[in-house]
């Protein structure tokens, strides 16, 4: 039979585990009722407050602005069309500040080579990244050796939407196409839907526009315009400056 010093030594002993057992019960509790009320792991309309307190899947959402450079026929050599890619369009607000306000519609071709340095040393330092197909109309073994004309500019598009979606996984898009009558905006729509389904992107918004009525696009244009003279004229120069920028880069 236990002593009675031993058995008063027991009971502290099992009162205190209980009683700490009771705090750590009581801190888990209110850890767990914090996580439901923060904001990142709150759960979803479809999940209970009683199951997982994982974070839900957060859909990004980008904004694609496209543009060309280039000549469809025989003119050029090389046809190249970019996506400049940003979270929101006021990312590229410090760019767009860079290119000239003179009256005209300032685009690479008009523009002097000192600004449009300027212009891509300040694109380098945004948050932008460059996705681009480049052809070269002369290589036989080419994908699009033979298209000229509307023909090439749908293939190369559809090309450049569906590396887009593929390089940004699951995510929702806001795309602003140059204005063009190579495409109208229903095919354009059509067809950005059948390339963004693939890889599970919904498209939120699809417009065409001007560089005039759009910054993305007349930024979009300086880009297009760089990756163009690399391979057309080979100006490494100009685009060592976004090489770092580009996420998908393909030519044929």
């Known amino acids: 039979m236990a002593s009675p010093g031993f058995s008063r030594v027991m009971a502290n002993d099992t009162n205190l585990w209980l009683s700490r057992s009771i705090m750590v019960c009581c801190f888990m509790n209110r850890l767990l009722f914090s996580l439901q009320m ?52 006021n990312h590229l607000k410090s760019v767009y500040r860079k290119i000239p306000k003179t009256g005209i519609e300032s685009k690479f071709y008009n523009t002097e080579r ?30 699009f050796y033979g298209k000229s004309g509307n023909a090439l500019y749908v293939a190369v598009l559809s090309d450049l939407l569906e590396s887009v979606s593929e390089a940004l996984g699951p995510t929702e898009l806001e795309i602003v196409i140059d204005k063009s009558s190579f495409i109208s905006l229903s095919d354009f729509r059509a067809l950005a839907m059948r390339s963004l389904s693939e890889h599970g992107c919904t498209l939120r918004k699809i417009d065409k526009k001007d560089s005039e ?23 490494e120069e100009m685009f060592s400056k976004i090489r770092q920028k580009v996420v998908v880069a393909r030519t044929d």
């Not at 199951?51 to 090389?78: C, H, Q």
């Open 213 to 235: 009525q759009s910054p993305c696009v007349q930024v979009a244009d300086f880009i297009a315009g760089t990756v163009f003279r690399h391979y057309e004229h080979g100006d």
């Open 114 to 143: 000192t600004i449009i340095s300027g212009i891509l040393d300040e694109f380098a330092s945004s948050d932008a990244k460059v996705a681009y197909v480049s052809v070269d109309k002369h290589d036989y073994k080419g994908r």
């Open 38 to 89: 923060c904001s990142i792991y709150r759960p979803g309309p479809e999940i209970s407050i009683y199951g997982s307190f994982y974070p839900r899947p957060i859909r990004m959402s980008w904004v694609v602005a496209i543009d060309e450079s280039g000549n469809l026929g025989k003119d050029t050599r090389f046809f190249t069309m970019s996506a400049t890619i940003v979270r929101r369009a």
